[in-house]
């Protein structure tokens, strides 16, 4: 289907939703949050490798949540290991992401298990 008509009669095809997101820039913002610390760290910061460490990350979160991921690095020294720089933020970037999105308590199958045997018994 050509453009043209899509654009008049629409597409049956699902819009796929534009998420921002830079691994450069995201590197950018590390490293100025980085220079801005009150703890000392490795100075250096390899923008190129975070950046592309940061890109695999495209598709699942966006800026943003990356964004809120550096800040509570930055902020909470429980995060740091002894020598933080960006390849220990890297290393603890699936701990820190988790405790920004926490899991909920009960999961869809537990809560219908439970359901199941409150209806019908533990037939087991």
């Excluded at 220079?35 to 100075?43: H, K, P, Q, T, V």
């Excluded at 960006?86 to 820190?96: G, M, P, S, T, V």
């Excluded at 988790?98 to 037939?123: F, V």
Aim: hydrophobic share 40%; charged share 30%.
């Amino acid at each position: 289907m050509s453009d043209l008509y899509k654009e008049l009669w629409g597409s049956s095809e699902e819009e796929v939703p534009v998420v921002s997101f830079s691994g450069m820039n995201l590197a950018k913002y590390f490293k100025k949050q980085f220079d801005r610390a009150e703890w000392s760290g490795f100075a250096m910061v390899n923008l190129v490798a975070l950046a592309a460490q940061l890109n695999r990350w495209k598709g699942k979160v966006d800026e943003d949540k990356i964004q809120k991921c550096i800040d509570l690095y930055m902020s909470d020294a429980s995060l740091r290991g002894k020598n933080p720089g960006w390849k220990d933020f890297l290393y603890r970037l699936e701990q820190i992401h988790a405790r920004l999105s926490p899991a909920p308590t009960e999961d869809k199958w537990a809560k219908l298990e439970k359901e199941w045997e409150d209806k019908y018994g533990d037939a087991v």
